[in-house]
């Protein structure tokens, strides 16, 4: 049972334009929720994180939406450049209950295009 | 400050041969975790460790996997026999747990391949 998903297996943009990936959960317990970004042969690196007090938090290019009551969440990146080209994965926990466990989406591979 | 280390990278056996997987987590990390990431797919926990206890196992196979935190600190992933669809990267990552910090800090995975 797959309880985070990223229903976009891939995305293109053009490098300047505005990216944006999208990620669903159907755990009502999630409360924290994360972006990690992933090259290849190299592990899963954080990348930014909202709690579900928030419905927006945002890090420099990135920023992350929460819809609690659709249990959506979306991250936008803002100018796109070649290097963020990469597969993003989004993960979920319910932190607040104890449980640091992380749930993970499949992934959604990213190429920006000079 | 020093990241997540895995050993070996790279890792090829035959099926019904067993594999040991080695992971030294961040310097003060008292939470471990053991991921499995098959092709395609996003990681899935196996075993998470606070210090040496095991907080989570309900994913892991114990008919064939086993792992260990001896000391709180390092810990080895076992599996024995190993099967053609346990063909996948097992990732490492510790976080922090005083604070509620949960962004884990993952290693660069051992890619395993069971042929």
């Known amino acids: 049972d797959q309880q985070v998903k990223q229903n976009s297996p891939s995305l293109s943009v053009q490098e300047g334009r505005i990216s944006i990936l999208n990620c669903d959960y159907t755990n009502s317990m999630f409360d924290y929720f994360l972006w990690y970004k992933k090259y290849p042969a190299e592990g899963p690196t954080f990348l930014i994180s909202i709690s579900s007090i928030k419905d927006k938090n945002e890090d420099g290019r990135f920023t992350v939406f929460l819809n609690k009551s659709a249990k959506h969440l979306s991250l936008h990146i803002v100018p796109s450049q070649p290097g963020d080209s990469a597969v993003y994965f989004c993960?979920?926990?319910?932190?607040?209950?104890?449980?640091?466990?992380?749930?993970f989406g499949t992934g959604t591979r990213l190429t920006v295009i000079p | 400050e020093a990241g997540v280390a895995q050993s070996p990278r790279y890792k090829i056996i035959e099926k019904r041969q067993s594999v040991a997987f080695w992971c030294n987590p961040i310097s003060g990390h008292a939470t471990l975790y053991w991921y499995q990431q098959i092709l395609g797919q996003g990681p899935k926990l196996l075993i998470q460790f606070q210090n040496n206890g095991v907080v989570d196992d309900s994913q892991l196979p114990k008919d064939r996997f086993s792992a260990e935190r001896l000391k709180g600190v390092d810990s080895t992933l076992k599996i024995q026999p190993a099967k053609l669809e346990d063909s996948a990267v097992y990732l490492c990552?510790?976080?922090?747990?005083?604070?509620?910090?949960?962004?884990?800090?993952f290693g660069q995975g051992t890619r395993l391949t069971v042929v």
């Open positions: 990552a510790s976080s922090l747990v005083e604070g509620g910090s949960t962004e884990a800090f």
């Open positions: 993960a979920a926990s319910a932190r607040y209950s104890g449980a640091n466990n992380l749930f």
